[in-house]
């Protein structure tokens, strides 16, 4: 479902992204993770079409994401770490917003929506504005929200970041059960270890903008001797603690390029 081979992102002098190369298989459940400012970032981004790469090459689904933006686009659906929701407008508003941006028909929509809403649990609130929502439920939302037009890939980039426990665990169950029943292919970061360890199918760990270990939970724990995933991962990118400027860099500059459009 994904194939990246030898991808470089390079903003001038320096490489964000490294000659990383990885394959998903359709209806896995994916985790990239790494430090702080490791590049994860900036390969979403280039998969989701909001980069160009400067070399390697990229399919999903078959298609080349910088060649074919509008139809991969098409193909998978993303939850970014900041909110994106219209807190104005009511849950059932910014998913019918949603369903009208990407064309899905209005019968259709109606449907999924009602199918969405009810899964996440937010059926009885689609009346009530987002910004009456608490933060788990607007997680849950905008996932319910990137399902609506029923991509074959899901981007969550960090999706839990700042949940209670509770909320988390009841994010997973979800998504693992929509995984399951839809064979939706998920690629996910996060920070939370065991969340990786729990929900992923297999792993890569991106540091310094270089994949420096791919495989199972397991396989990751064996390969380091480690009793834990967060042992494992600590063991292959160092205890250094990391900021994010470089992935901040990113992004300041995609919305410079996004202004000058």
């Known amino acids: 479902m994904i194939h990246v081979e030898h991808l470089v992102k390079a903003f001038g002098d320096l490489k964000a992204v490294d000659d990383v190369s990885f394959d998903v298989a359709a209806g896995e459940i994916f985790a990239f993770l790494g430090p702080n400012g490791a590049g994860k ?3 979403i981004q280039m998969l989701t079409t909001l980069l160009r790469p400067t070399g390697g090459s990229m399919l999903i689904d078959g298609i080349d994401p910088a060649a074919q933006p509008h139809d991969v686009r ?15 407008l009511t849950a059932h508003e910014n998913m019918e917003l949603h369903g ?3 064309h899905v028909p209005r019968r259709t929509r109606a449907e999924r929506i009602q199918q969405l809403l009810t899964l996440f649990e937010l059926w009885d609130r689609r009346d009530t504005l987002v910004k009456k929502f608490s933060g ?6 905008e996932i319910a929200r990137g399902l609506l037009h029923t991509p074959k890939i899901l981007f969550l980039d960090e999706p839990t970041l700042g949940l209670d426990p509770q909320s988390r665990n009841q994010l997973w169950t979800h998504v693992k059960h ?8 998920v690629f996910l970061t996060t920070h939370y270890m065991d969340e990786a360890e729990r929900v992923a199918h297999r792993i890569a760990i991106i540091d310094h903008g270089h994949i420096v270990a791919q495989g199972t939970a397991q ?7 480690a009793e834990s995933l967060e ?12 900021d994010d400027r470089a992935d901040a ?4 500059r995609q919305v410079v390029k996004m202004w000058r459009r």
Do not use: C, W
């Open 41 to 43: 970032t900036t390969t």
């Open 231 to 242: 042992h494992a991962f600590l063991a292959l990118t160092g205890t250094t603690i990391r």
């Open 136 to 141: 788990g439920m607007k997680r849950r939302l």
């Open 100 to 102: 009208v941006l990407y």
């Open 219 to 225: 396989a990751l724990k064996e390969q380091t001797g």
């Open 74 to 88: 098409r193909r998978f659906g993303i939850v970014f770490q900041d909110p994106s929701l219209d807190s104005e």
């Open 178 to 185: 929509l995984n399951a029943t839809e064979q939706v292919t």
């Open 249 to 252: 860099a990113d992004q300041m």
